[in-house]
């Protein structure tokens, strides 16, 4: 359950990503944001506290992934699955490419979306258990969403209402659209808003990525995005 703004302006070369994590009440915290270094690449994300992998990043070439949960499909059980963090990770590390994500290599994984967004465009990668699409996508705006309880429709609502309450208003920038739009309770508080509340779940955090005069900007806030908390900030310099 997640949901994803994406924007890209190919004028002023600035193009980002803003994602509310929405997640189990039984999940452990995640790990606020932090740099390491891997494969001579710098990387940014916050970590999953269950799995220490991360559902969202930059590295220092400008890359940014993150993967959405795909729960509308019936998959047979896997064994041993491999954790979508840890794919996520090894994208952002250059450990894997994109290019290797095929039927074989993900065999162990839990059906998901995974977004990988350039200036140019979005790709998005969404792999059902059993076969993998990609999918290309060049549009300036875009909203993607998972939800366990509504499947697409979710995905649907979520798009309408950005479309119909900040599409046509656009006065602030990427960073202060994404926080509002994710931030909101439309069409009401509960599981079909972007800032999402369910007894079992809710939204646990929002990031931000901003990437313009190559330098990555990173917002977040840990917790609720509705609640009055602080945010952090960083930033990476892209090589
Ligand atoms: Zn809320």
């Known amino acids: 359950m997640c949901t994803a703004l994406i924007y890209r302006n190919l004028q002023t070369k600035e193009f980002g990503l803003g994602f509310n994590r929405d997640e189990s009440f039984l999940r452990k915290k995640a790990k606020f944001p932090s740099y390491y270094e891997s494969n001579n690449l710098k990387i940014l994300s916050p970590r999953d506290g269950d799995y220490n992998g991360t559902w969202i990043g930059v590295n220092s070439k400008g890359d940014v992934y993150a993967i959405l949960n795909l729960y ?37 994984f839990l059906p998901f979306r995974l977004i990988y967004l350039t200036l140019e465009r979005t790709y998005l990668f969404t792999w059902d258990g059993k076969d993998l699409e990609i999918q290309q996508d060049e549009k ?20 309408q209402t950005f479309e119909k309450n900040f599409l046509q208003n656009l006065t602030h920038n990427f960073t202060q659209i994404s926080k509002n739009y994710l931030s909101c309770h439309i069409p009401e508080k509960g599981s079909l808003s972007p800032c999402m509340h369910r007894d079992v779940a809710h939204t646990v955090s929002q990031t931000i990525i901003y990437i313009q005069n190559r330098i990555a900007h990173l917002e977040y806030k840990d917790g609720q995005p509705c609640e009055e908390k602080d945010w952090t900030s960083y930033s990476l310099n892209l090589i």
Request: aromatic share 8%; proline share 2%; glycine share 4%.
């Open 140 to 159: 300036d705006w875009q909203v993607y969403a998972s939800s366990a309880l509504h499947g697409k429709e979710a995905e649907r609502i979520r798009k």
């Open 72 to 108: 509308e499909v019936k998959i047979v059980s896997i064994a041993k699955p491999i954790s979508r963090g840890w794919l996520v990770s090894q994208l952002l590390e250059q450990k894997t490419s994109i290019q290797n994500l095929n039927k074989e290599f993900l065999r162990d």
